[in-house]
T-cell receptor, first 116, second 113 residues
Framework: GAVVSQHPSWVICKSGTSVKIECRSL??????MFWYRQFPKQSLMLMAT?????????EQGVEKDKFLINHASLTLSTLTVTSAHPEDSSFYICSARGSDLGQPQHFGDGTRLSIL | QKEVEQDPGPLSVPEGAIVSLNCTYSNSAFQYFMWYRQYSRKGPELLMYTYSSGNKEDGRFTAQVDKSSKYISLFIRDSQPSDSATYLC?????????????FGQGTTLQVKP
């Protein structure tokens, strides 16, 4: 149980384009979803937290106009990197959790984003 | 000082060894403790989840929480080459408004055949 699917797993695109990443909870209702960024050999850096039907809460230093998050249903959240540039290249990972704060987060397999 | 400290390693052990991975923390409000395993270029996978103090065992894995010492451990018995990965500890306070996990840096483990 508790499967989170993230798509695409790898994307390469030109500088200036926008890229959308999907995160789906397949077998549970994800009241809260989280988006992380991970640099090589480093731990996870939380970018934003989203609750179903509400605006996302962004961590300090994360540009909300650059990283658009939508959490329109209990099974789907999307992250759109707008006007992507090479410095946005990274490994992006989503996680999902049920309605109870104490429930563990379950992670997707990540999206490797490469901006040329 | 970081809220959660974890030795990044790398830790190299022979196949069959008992592995001990540890994290220390400073926030006494943490009540939920997790261990995740992350293979290269994959997302973290939940291994163990513990509330408050005590031990929890699941197959070859045992998680221990010592709240008096602010110290948590993950033991892996009969380690296998497939256990080679990065292990992340994570913690959460019930007082958190958002459920934001606080992660350790991760320990890279290599189990040699």
């Amino acid at each position: 149980g508790a499967v989170v699917s993230q798509h695409p797993s790898w994307v390469i695109c030109k500088s200036g384009t926008s890229v959308k990443i999907e995160c789906r909870s397949l077998d549970f209702q994800a009241t809260t979803m989280f988006w992380y960024r991970q640099f090589p050999k480093q731990s996870l850096m939380l970018m934003a937290t989203s609750n179903e039907g509400s605006k996302a809460t962004y961590e300090q230093g994360v540009e909300k106009d650059k990283f658009l998050i939508n959490h329109a249903s209990l099974t789907l959240s999307t992250l759109t990197v707008t006007s992507a540039h090479p410095e946005d290249s990274s490994f992006y990972i989503c996680s999902a959790r049920g309605s109870d704060l104490g429930q563990p987060q379950h992670f997707g397999d990540g999206t490797r984003l490469s901006i040329l | 000082q970081k809220e959660v400290e974890q030795d990044p390693g790398p830790l190299s052990v022979p196949e069959g060894a008992i592995v001990s991975l540890n994290c220390t923390y400073s926030n006494s409000a943490f009540q939920y403790f997790m261990w995740y395993r992350q293979y290269s270029r994959k997302g973290p996978e939940l291994l163990m989840y513990t509330y408050s103090s005590g031990n929890k065992e699941d197959g070859r894995f045992t998680a221990q929480v010592d709240k008096s010492s602010k110290y948590i451990s993950l033991f892996i018995r009969d380690s296998q080459p497939s256990d080679s990965a990065t292990y992340l500890c994570a913690m959460l306070s019930p007082r958190s408004n958002t459920g934001k996990l606080i992660f350790g840096q991760g320990t890279t483990l290599q189990v040699k055949p």
